[in-house]
């Protein structure tokens, strides 16, 4: 278990503390660490603007809908993406192994 430091609810935890005078531990049962999550800089449904090209000829600056966000695992040979885990790719050998049997 991790420290509430660590932990993404830390900073509601201290507000908890503050205006209940109760405080949370790691041990509260909602620990999440903060090296799991990720703050996406856009959503589904907003507009980016990137240099677009059409025939190989660059149109210029375009708007585009986002239309879906993937997160990708990198690795010395090739770039994962994360909704292959537990498909195609696997966090241990006796998994991956499994799968192959199947």
Same mark, same amino acid.
């Given at each position: 278990m991790g420290t509430c430091k660590k932990c993404i609810h830390s900073e509601i935890c201290k507000f908890h503390e503050a205006i209940y005078g109760r405080s949370f531990s790691?041990?509260? $049962?909602?620990? =999440? !660490?903060?090296?799991?999550?990720?703050? +996406?800089?856009? #959503?589904? $449904? !907003?507009?980016?603007?990137?240099? %677009?090209?059409? =025939?190989g000829t660059d149109i210029g600056i375009q708007p585009h /809908?986002? %239309?879906g966000i993937r997160v990708l695992? #990198? %690795?010395k040979g090739a770039d994962i993406p994360i909704g292959d885990i537990g498909k195609d790719v696997f966090l241990s +050998? /006796? /998994? =991956?192994e499994g799968?192959? /049997?199947q």
């Open positions: 790691a041990e509260c $049962g909602f620990f =999440a !660490d903060k090296s799991h999550y990720i703050n +996406l800089p856009c #959503q589904v $449904g !907003d507009t980016v603007y990137y240099r %677009t090209y059409k =025939a /809908e986002v %239309t695992v #990198q %690795t +050998l /006796e /998994e =991956a799968e192959r /049997e």
